[in-house]
Structures are given as C-alpha cells and as structure tokens.
C-alpha cells in the first residue's frame, strides 16, 4: 500500500502520473486499484514512538534479521519499511523511501505494527513482550 502527502503541485503531478501509469494493468490483471482521499491526520508521531521504534523494534531487526547471510543496520531497515509501508519520493539520484515524519500518532502506530509483523514473518524476529 502507498500513501502520498500531497503539499505541492508537484507532489499531486507525481501521484496523478503513477495513478495514470499504473491503473489500466492492474485492472486487467483483476487487481483493481482503491483510491482513498482524506486530510491528513494531526497530531505528528511523537518522541516515544520515535525511541521506541529506533531503540526496541528496529534495533531487533538489525540484531536478528538476516537477508542472504547478510545483517544490515537499524538504518538500512529504516530506509527498506519505509520504501515498503510509506512510498517513494523521486530524487536525482533515484527513488527513495518517503519519510516517516509526516506521519501522525496514529498513522506511526499502524505503521510500526506493519513493521514488526512483516519482520516476524518475513524475517524471523521475536520481539520481547513488552507487557502489553
């Protein structure tokens, strides 16, 4: 799934371009596409969400994660979810993953779960019970 902020114009041409490019095989392919348009949530991640998600769930992932006999740091695993779970953004330089900043207190939640769920299953990492 991807979600676009769109603050500029520029930002609303990349997603109507991508919406144009990609609607018509999906379709065919039976894989419809879903737009869902709505303001953005207030209320930014907050710091504990941001020292638990750098100091607990990724610092799991980068201990016990391993990707063909290779580990790779909380940053690498930052940059790879948020490709995965938040979108892309074009730079120079090539696509890069959307930043997590913009997203709210619930919005981060949702995309922490995402993160621990696809590291157990993909990945094979167990997180400590945190006593939730």
Same mark, same amino acid.
């Given at each position: ?19 144009? /490019? &990609?609607?018509?095989?999906?379709? =065919? ?8 348009? !709505? ?7 907050? /710091? ?41 953004? =074009? &730079?120079p =330089? ?5 930043? +997590? !900043? ?6 981060? +939640? &949702? ?11 993909e990945?094979?990492?167990?997180? /400590? =019970?945190?006593?939730t």
């Amino acid at each position: 799934m991807k979600a676009y902020v769109l603050r500029s114009r520029d930002q609303v041409w990349r997603f109507l371009r991508e919406i144009s /490019e &990609t609607w018509r095989p999906q379709a =065919d392919a039976g894989r419809p596409l879903e737009v869902v348009v !709505s303001e953005l949530a207030g209320g930014r991640r907050s /710091e504990a969400q941001l020292r638990f998600y750098w100091g607990v769930v990724l610092a799991a992932i980068a201990e016990q994660a391993v990707v063909a006999g290779r580990r790779y740091p909380a940053p690498a695993w930052h940059e790879h979810y948020c490709r995965k779970f938040i979108g892309l953004r =074009d &730079t120079p =330089d090539g696509p890069v993953g959307l930043s +997590s !900043s913009q997203l709210s207190v619930e919005e981060f +939640s &949702t995309y922490i779960s995402r993160v621990e769920a696809d590291a157990a299953q993909e990945h094979g990492v167990i997180f /400590e =019970d945190r006593g939730t």
